[in-house]
C-alpha cells in the first residue's frame, strides 16, 4: 500500500506519519545488479500546509544486501536520510498529483531512495578485490605462484 495522506486532515493541524513501507511498493527491485533492497523503509515524517504547499520533512532509513564490486562478497549498506524534506506545491506546472483529496508520497520517496544508493558498493574502503589465480597458499601459509604455464610460452614455442 503506498504512502499517501489526506489534505483535508492538513486543514486543521498538521500530520505525524511513520512506519515501514514495503520494497514492492517503492519499485526497487531490479535497478542495480548488485544492490538488492529486501528490508523495508522505514519512514518518520511531518507534514505541514504552508501557503499553496505541502512541506514534508523527517528521517528515511533502509538496510541495502550489496555484492562488493571488486570482491563480490556480501555485505550490507544502510541508507540513513536524518534531515530529507521534500516541498510540494499544490498549484502551478509542478502540482502535485491528488486523487480523491490525498496525495501520494511514494514517488518521492523512491527518488531519494535511489539517489541515495551507492554508486560502487564496496564492502570495505581498502578492499583489494579478488586474489588473482596465480598466487596459491601453501599449508604453512607461504604464498608462491602456481604452477600455470605462461601464454608467452606456447607463443615462444612458434616458428614463423
Not at 505541502?54 to 544502510?78: N, S, W, Y
Request: glycine letters at 4%.
Amino acid at each position: 500500500m503506498p504512502l499517501t495522506f489526506n489534505l483535508r486532515h492538513l486543514e486543521e493541524k498538521n500530520l505525524h506519519l511513520e512506519g515501514q513501507l514495503a520494497v514492492a511498493e517503492l519499485d526497487l527491485e531490479n535497478i542495480d545488479e548488485v544492490i538488492h533492497p529486501k528490508e523495508p523503509l522505514a519512514f518518520n515524517l511531518d507534514v505541514q500546509n504552508i501557503e499553496n504547499a505541502i512541506l514534508v520533512t523527517g528521517t528515511l532509513r533502509m538496510a541495502l544486501d550489496c555484492e562488493c564490486v571488486r570482491c563480490l562478497k556480501p555485505f550490507q549498506h544502510r541508507i540513513d536520510l536524518e534531515n530529507w524534506a521534500c516541498h510540494l506545491p499544490l498549484s502551478g506546472e509542478e502540482k502535485v498529483p491528488v486523487i480523491n483529496d490525498c496525495v501520494d508520497l511514494t514517488p518521492y520517496l523512491r527518488e531519494d531512495i535511489v539517489l541515495a544508493f551507492p554508486q560502487h558498493p564496496l564492502c570495505e574502503m581498502d578492499c583489494g578485490g579478488l586474489k588473482p589465480p596465480s598466487i596459491v597458499s601453501k599449508p604453512g601459509g607461504q604464498k608462491k605462484p602456481a604452477d600455470v604455464p605462461s601464454p608467452w610460452t606456447e607463443l615462444n614455442k612458434l616458428k614463423l
